[in-house]
């Protein structure tokens, strides 16, 4: 049996990132990541854990109204 496994679309978050922090780069050495990691994380190659979610909703001042948009949109 295969494994289903669900991808959501970060764009928004990729946006947010840009709009706060210039680029990709910029906040990967911010956040302590490299820029390879978190691309994997925004393009579904790795999953965001929850210690992340609540690290970057904080660093990119998303209130926690909002995270599920930013980190669980299902990518169509």
Not at 16 to 28: L, Q, T
Not at 30 to 49: C, D, H, I, M, P
Request: net charge positive.
């Amino acid at each position: 049996m295969t494994e289903v496994r669900i991808k959501f679309n970060h764009n928004k978050l990729r946006g947010r990132i840009i709009e706060k922090y210039g680029s990709i780069s910029k906040f990967s050495i911010a956040w302590g990541k490299s820029k390879n990691t978190v691309s994997k994380k925004l393009n579904n190659g790795f999953r965001f854990s929850s210690d992340d979610i609540v690290e970057v909703s904080e660093m990119l001042e998303i209130p926690s109204s909002e995270i599920g948009s930013y980190f669980f949109t299902k990518q169509v």
